[in-house]
Structures are given as structure tokens and as C-alpha cells.
């Protein structure tokens, strides 16, 4: 199936969705002079001001490398004119050229990916203790400032409910590796305001916080937190760690919004943060508020904001939110996250800059309380007035059936929004009940619903999917699903030709092969065009969670445990 390209310039402002020769003639190649870029380890941000609304096209390269790849046009934002938009998939510590086509010119940019192979110079060795971690020395861009435990050993920080914090961060470019962290009052791991450049690695982090319960019962604990980003902390790079089981607990919707823990928060975040391959968990009794969550969500700012990868997590035991991105979104990325057992599973409200991009994410099993098992809405949409209008793109996500969301967006409006090639099998609405000025542009999608809502989803798919089954997290499409074909057939058995009452016959799996081209986000699809869903038949499997890329463990599940020293 191939989109006209009318409907893409129109309705989608992605003119680049097939790769296009660009003739040297037809451009004027000038300096580099006006866009900027700003990298994590697998992305790169552009930023583009220009008053003129006519489309970028954006290519890219390795440097030294030969053939220019497309990616998704930048999108223009009126407001602030200024074109916008994330190469993605890209590898870390690595340059690339970018090359930006706009008014029949052609800017060329520099940019590299980060390092994820962070310098260390000092090290600070740490033993078992029962009193607060205070890391106060900065290191430098050059020569991080290393927290670890001894080698061999294990380090057990448990302030048995009787401090705030076991760790407490004032300092910058640090690097805090492999601790265990018990029984903090509130956060596990307190970043001071404005603090930048943290990473918090392969750590272990359990029994923090207070009670929880509804603030409307007169509690006062929400948002205790495992790893709590204070206002304006920034750059934090928050990876491989194991967050599981509060001591407190969220209470579900039966009692009013859930109000209670969270595994990670960050406050009006500066933005560029990368939160990746963390295994966010706990029991139904002692559930999370938000997973991965903060604020402000109606603002300029919010989380995780700016700049921002959230992907290869695992996170469930959630009552409300599993990953609340909610605030400015602009240039974020959330893909390849593992959710289930939430209410809702990525939240967007509102969304106020974008692009925000959803893409290669798995929506297991939800529910609302724990007696009412329907779930909620796999991407919560919404946002005062003067806080919405963000382009979100929503690619290539599977939504699993039975127990999963019961509706794919939630009831807000749901402005400047672009789905293509997901899976989503649910039984309630595609789209809201709230009519925005922009409906959005939904194409492409399996959808097994009977109310699309405001979407027109023209191309859409509809019966059931069927997935092959795996030891592990993948769910491959299966080549055939089974359906009944009403009527009275005619059907050969044992070279007896008989009548068979709606039987139930094979037919092939309506989401393999029935996708469309979206450069830098499916380029290496198989077959005849890319499947719908997360994964894509024959390409390596998806992996999530602390052992996703590299097979480490961490000191606390190595080594024995010891008794504090003081």
C-alpha cells in the first residue's frame, strides 16, 4: 500500500517517507549556519529556525560513509517557527553528518552521538553502612567521580526507615555503580536541584518511601521514589537497575487517582536523559503510582523533557501511569519498552512542543482496580489550552489481547497526533470522544475495535491477530489466524464432499506484510512491506530489561551480603 504523497504533504507534513534522489543541481549546498543538534546515545535532536513553513527533508550518513539514508521530515512549529525533529536508531560515540533540504538548500551538520563508556577518575570505594550516602565531590566532563562498592564485595546501604534518603547527590558528573539501597524513608536516591551529568547504574533499590493512599484521605507521601530527580537536575543517564517493591503502596482508581510511589521521578527536568533497560516492579498489594513520572505536566518543561530517551525497560505493578512523558515532550523518545499490569501505559499529556515518538513498544495486561479488570488506554492524551499542540508520532507498538488496554487513546483530545503500522487490539475506541482542531492522521494500524472515534484510519485492518508463543518477551506474528466462515460450506472429507455449518477456517494474519514505509523507523523490514507491530518477522527479537544488551551483573546478586559497618 502506498500513500499518495499529496496526503502526506497535507495531512502529515512528511514529504520523505520513500527515499528520493536529490540532484546536485537542484540544491545550493551553504555553510553550516542556524540549525543545531543535540545527541543522547542512539538519537540526535534537530533544530532548524526558519519563518517558512515549507517542508525539511532530512538525510543522514556515518561520516565518511557514501549513501545519504532518509528520515522523517522536521516538523514545523508555527509558534516559535521553528523546525523540528530526532534521527533515531543510530550508534553510540559515533559522528554523523546531517543534511537538512529546505527552500532547494542544503545545510550540512556535524554531530556525534554520546559515549556511553563514561571516563572515570576518582573512584570512592563504599562499604555496608546504616547511615545516608552523601556524594558532595563533583568529577569532570573528563574524569567522572566513580561510587562503587569495594571489588569482590557487596554494598548494603539500609537506613531502616529512619532517614529520608540513602543516597543523597549534590555534586556533578558522577557515576554511582552497582549499590544495594534498603529502607529509605522517602527516596532511595535524592538528586539535588540542578545537579547534571549522573548516571546510576546496575543498582538495587527497594523498601523506600511512605504508606501511600489517597491524598484525598489525608495522605501526603505521592511520588516517593526510588531514583527522585529534584527540580532542574538534568543529563542523568539512568540505567540497569532493579526498582522494585515500595514500601508503601498506590492505592487503584476504586479510592480516587492513585497517589503512592514511583519508581523514578524527575522534577522540571533540564532534559537530555536517558532512562534505559531498568526493571521497574512490584506486587499488586505495594503498586506504583507512576513508573517512570513527574511534572510539571502542563508546561514547557515536565519529563522527562527535552532531549530525552526512555526504552528497553520492563515496568509493571502500576495504578496509573507506566511511563508518564507528559509536559514540553520535545524531541523525547520512548520505544522498546516491555509494560504491563498498568492503568495506562505511556501518558503524553500535553505534549506542549514535540515531536514526542512512540514507537517499538509491547502493552501487556491492564486494569483499573482490583476488582474491575478492564484496563485503560494504552497513550493518554490531553492538556490545558495553552499547553497542547506537540506533534506525537505513535509507530509500530503491539497491544496484547486478552487483558490488555481497553482503549487505544484516552477520552481527551487528542491534537497533531500520526499512527502507523500498530497493532492495536482492543475493544474500545481508536480515538477520543473530544474533538481537537487538529484530529491527527491515524493510517495503517491493525485495530480490532468497532469505534474509531475521530480517527479515519482508512487503511486500517480489522479481525483478530495471533501471536507464535516464546519463552521469552517476543510476540512474533503467526503466519495464519483462524476465523469462522459463516454459511453453509462446502468442505472435502476423506474425498467426501460435505456441508459444514460455519466452520472455522486458516486465513493469513492480516499484520505481516501490511505496513507502510517510514524511513529511519522501519528500514529493515522483510518481505513485501513491514509488518504491523513491534516486531517484524525474521529481524532479531526485541530485548528489555537490565540483562537487554550486555550480560552484567551487579555486585548485590553476586557476592555476600555484609553487616553494616556503622
Known amino acids: 500500500m502506498k500513500i499518495p504523497a499529496s496526503l502526506l504533504v497535507a495531512a502529515l507534513g512528511l514529504a520523505s517517507l520513500e527515499v528520493h534522489a536529490v540532484a546536485a543541481s537542484s540544491i545550493n549546498v551553504v555553510a553550516t549556519g542556524g540549525p543545531t543538534t543535540a545527541a543522547t546515545f542512539e538519537c540526535i535532536s534537530i533544530y532548524y529556525p526558519s519563518a517558512d513553513a515549507s517542508a525539511c527533508q532530512v538525510h543522514y550518513r556515518a561520516a565518511g560513509a557514501s549513501e545519504w539514508r532518509p528520515a522523517l521530515e522536521l516538523v514545523f512549529d508555527p509558534r516559535n517557527q521553528e523546525h523540528r525533529g530526532s534521527v533515531v536508531g543510530l550508534k553510540p560515540d559515533t559522528a554523523y553528518e ?38 558532595s565531590e563533583s568529577g569532570t566532563p573528563t574524569s567522572y567521580h566513580l561510587i562503587t562498592p569495594n571489588p569482590q564485595t557487596r554494598a548494603t546501604i539500609d537506613v531502616r526507615n529512619q532517614l529520608d534518603h540513602t543516597v543523597v547527590v549534590d555534586a556533578n558528573y558522577v557515576v554511582i555503580r552497582g549499590l544495594e539501597l534498603k ?34 484521605y489525608g495522605n501526603a507521601s505521592n511520588s516517593d521514589s526510588a531514583i527522585y530527580a529534584d527540580r532542574g537536575a538534568g543529563d542523568l543517564v539512568l540505567q540497569r537497575n532493579l526498582l522494585e517493591n515500595p514500601r508503601g503502596a498506590s492505592n487503584d482508581w476504586d479510592t480516587g487517582h492513585p497517589a503512592g510511589p514511583q519508581g523514578i521521578s524527575l522534577i522540571n527536568s533540564s532534559g537530555n536523559n536517558v532512562i534505559r533497560y531498568n526493571e521497574i516492579l512490584s506486587t499488586e498489594d505495594h503498586g506504583f503510582n507512576d513508573g517512570i513520572g513527574g511534572g510539571s505536566n502542563f508546561s514547557d518543561a515536565g519529563s522527562p523533557n527535552r532531549d530525552s530517551d526512555i526504552h528497553g525497560n520492563i515496568i509493571a505493578g502500576v495504578w496509573d501511569d507506566a511511563i508518564e512523558s507528559e509536559g514540553a515532550n520535545m524531541n523525547v523518545r520512548i520505544w522498546g519498552n516491555y509494560i504491563y499490569r498498568t492503568y495506562q501505559h505511556v501518558a503524553t499529556a500535553s505534549t506542549s512542543k514535540g515531536p514526542l515518538y512512540i514507537f517499538r513498544n509491547v502493552f501487556g495486561t491492564a486494569r483499573r482496580t482490583h476488582i474491575n479488570s478492564i484496563g485503560g488506554a494504552m497513550i493518554k492524551t490531553g492538556g490545558r489550552d495553552e499547553f497542547v499542540g506537540g506533534r506525537k508520532f505513535v509507530f509500530h507498538n503491539t497491544a496484547l489481547q486478552p487483558g490488555g488496554a481497553f482503549t487505544v487513546f484516552s477520552g481527551h483530545s487528542d491534537p497533531n497526533t500520526v499512527t502507523r503500522n500498530n497493532i492495536f487490539d482492543c475493544p474500545g475506541r481508536l480515538t477520543g470522544t473530544q474533538a481537537p482542531e487538529n484530529p491527527g492522521d491515524y493510517d495503517y494500524d491493525f485495530y480490532s475495535g468497532n469505534e474509531r472515534g475521530y480517527a479515519k484510519e482508512a487503511h486500517g485492518t480489522r479481525g483478530r491477530v495471533a501471536f507464535i508463543p516464546s519463552h521469552y518477551l517476543e510476540f512474533y506474528p503467526a503466519a495464519v489466524v483462524t476465523r469462522v466462515q459463516f454459511g453453509k460450506i462446502p468442505v472435502n472429507m476423506g474425498g467426501k464432499v460435505m456441508e459444514i455449518t460455519d466452520p472455522v477456517v486458516s486465513a493469513p494474519n492480516p499484520v505481516i506484510d501490511a505496513g507502510t514505509r517510514l524511513p529511519n523507523f522501519n528500514d529493515d523490514f522483510n518481505g513485501r512491506a513491514p509488518d504491523l507491530g513491534a516486531f517484524e518477522i525474521g529481524r532479531p527479537p526485541l530485548r528489555f530489561g537490565r540483562r537487554a544488551v550486555e550480560n552484567i551483573w551487579a555486585p548485590w546478586e553476586l557476592f555476600a551480603a555484609e553487616k553494616p559497618t556503622s
Open 183 to 216: 529502607n529509605a524513608a522517602r527516596h532511595g536516591i535524592y538528586i539535588k536541584p540542578g545537579r547534571h551529568h549522573i548516571v546510576v547504574e546496575d543498582c538495587h533499590i527497594t523498601f523506600w518511601g511512605r504508606i501511600g493512599g489517597p491524598i484525598s
Open 98 to 135: 546531517l543534511r537538512l533540504t529546505h527552500q532547494n538548500q542544503a545545510k550540512v551538520l556535524n554531530a556525534r552521538t554520546r559515549s556511553d563508556r563514561f571516563p572515570i577518575g576518582r573512584t570512592t570505594h563504599v562499604e555496608s553502612q546504616s547511615t545516608a550516602l552523601e556524594i
